[in-house]
C-alpha cells in the first residue's frame, strides 16, 4: 500500500515554499507583516516548530534551522493524521493542503460543508460517517475547492494574499481531480 501522505506532500510543499526540495534555501524563510503566521520556514511557523521542539524536550531554536525531517514529522502530525488516511485519493490531497494552509478546524469546516452536513469544524462521528460513504468523491473534490475559495473571500488578509490563495484552490483541487481520475 502507498503511504499517500508522501504522494500529497510535494503538492503542498509546492504552494509554501519556492524551493520545496532544499528545506534549507533561506527563499523559503517569509516573515510577511500582513500574515499572523509570522515567522515561517517551507510553511511552519515559529510558533509550531517551537510546539513540536518543546514535545520532544528538544531546545527551541530559529525556524530557519528546520530541518526536512523535522518539517515532515510536524506536517505529518499537526496537518495529515489523523483525518486524511480516512479520505478518498484526490480529497486527502485537498483537506491536507487546506488544513496546513486555513488551519485544522477550518478545513473540517470546509469539508463537511462540502459533504452538506453542519459544519462546527469539528471532526466527530457525523463527519466520520460522512466521509466514510463517500460515492463520488470528484464532487466532494468540486464542492470542497468551492468552498474553499469562498472562504479565501471571507479572510482577512484576501487583499495581500487572495490571488494566490485562489491559484493554491484551483491548482490543488485540479491535482485532486487527477487523483480520483487516474
Known amino acids: 500500500m502507498t503511504d499517500r501522505f508522501f504522494l500529497c506532500l510535494p503538492f503542498t510543499l509546492a504552494q509554501e515554499c519556492p524551493f520545496p526540495k532544499d528545506w534549507t534555501n533561506s527563499k523559503n524563510f517569509s ?23 518543546k514535545s520532544c524536550d528538544l531546545v527551541c ?45 477550518e478545513a473540517v469546516r470546509i469539508l463537511q460543508y462540502a459533504l452538506h452536513i453542519d459544519n462546527d469544524g469539528l471532526w466527530g462521528p457525523k463527519t466520520a460517517a460522512a466521509a466514510g460513504s463517500i460515492h463520488d468523491p470528484a464532487s466532494v473534490i468540486r464542492a470542497f475547492t468551492t468552498r474553499r475559495i469562498t472562504v479565501y473571500h471571507q479572510t482577512k488578509g484576501f487583499q495581500y494574499f487572495g490571488r494566490d490563495w485562489l491559484r493554491r484552490a484551483k491548482e490543488i483541487g485540479d491535482e485532486a481531480l487527477k487523483m480520483v481520475t487516474g
Open 31 to 53: 516573515n510577511d507583516a500582513h500574515d499572523p503566521g509570522g515567522e515561517t520556514m517551507c510553511g511552519i511557523t515559529q510558533r509550531e516548530y517551537d510546539r513540536y521542539r
Open 61 to 105: 531554536k530559529d525556524v530557519r534551522k528546520l530541518d526536512p525531517t523535522e518539517g515532515m514529522v510536524i506536517y505529518r502530525q499537526g496537518y495529515w493524521n489523523p483525518h486524511c488516511d480516512s479520505l478518498p485519493p484526490g480529497l486527502d490531497l485537498q483537506f491536507f493542503d487546506a488544513s496546513v494552509n486555513e488551519g485544522c478546524l
